[in-house]
């Protein structure tokens, strides 16, 4: 069994180096040097796909693909997106508007999540204390969505591993 989990969500919410943060293989990256708006952010973003591999303790292994932030190539989200199994939406607190950003996410995969679940992480919360949690449980509750919110800095391998943990938990692999 191919268990496919796919990260996606803005530019710079951490995708990339989730997905590197737990990875037990060397990743896949597509990253190029940033020429637009992005690169006041940071120096470069993925053009086509990150790609990792997370051991389970039962042998299993959990690929984990990432989509690029930006909209343009949007062509990507949906060639990852199939065969996936659940997908993690990373969002930057530190946006003008992340609440919205979710909104966005959610709407671009809807044909996913019309028959898989989703987990959000929020990023960059050190930087950025609000909007809190509960703005986006607040959000997707009005949506009628089911999804565990996490905060996450995508630095640290322990809370990408409890975000993908409660993803796993929902699909009932390697409990
Ligand atoms: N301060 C802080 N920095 C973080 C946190 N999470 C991630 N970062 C940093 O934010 C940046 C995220 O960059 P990427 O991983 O390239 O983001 P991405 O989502 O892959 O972006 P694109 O590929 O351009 O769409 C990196 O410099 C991380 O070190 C966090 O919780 N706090
Ligand atoms: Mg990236």
Redesign the pocket.
């Known amino acids: 069994m191919h268990h496919k989990i796919i990260f996606t ?10 997905i590197a943060a737990i990875s037990d293989k060397p990743v896949v990256t597509t990253e190029a040097r940033a020429s637009d708006e ?1 690169s006041l952010r ?1 120096q ?3 053009v086509a796909m ?1 790609y990792g591999v997370l051991q389970l303790a039962d042998g299993q292994s959990v690929h984990l693909y ?1 989509t ?3 909209q343009r190539f949007d062509y990507m989200w949906e060639i990852l997106s199939r065969g996936g199994l659940a997908l993690v939406i ?1 969002l930057d607190n530190s946006r003008e508007d992340p609440v919205a950003d979710m909104v966005f996410y959610l709407d671009k995969f809807r044909a996913l999540l019309q028959r898989r679940p989703v987990c959000i992480g929020v ?5 950025a204390r609000s909007p809190r949690l509960h703005s986006y449980q607040q959000k997707l509750a009005e949506m009628g969505i089911k999804a565990p919110v996490f905060e ?4 640290k391998p322990n809370d990408v591993k409890t975000l993908v943990r409660s993803i796993l938990h929902i699909l009932a692999i390697g409990s």
Do not use: F, I
């Not at 990023?123 to 930087?127: F, G, H, V």
């Not at 996450?152 to 630095?155: F, G, N, Q, S, Y």
């Open positions: 969500g803005p530019v710079g919410a951490g995708k990339s180096t989730a992005v940071k470069t973003t993925t990150d990432g690029p932030g930006q990373l990023t960059r919360m050190d930087l996450v800095d995508a630095r």
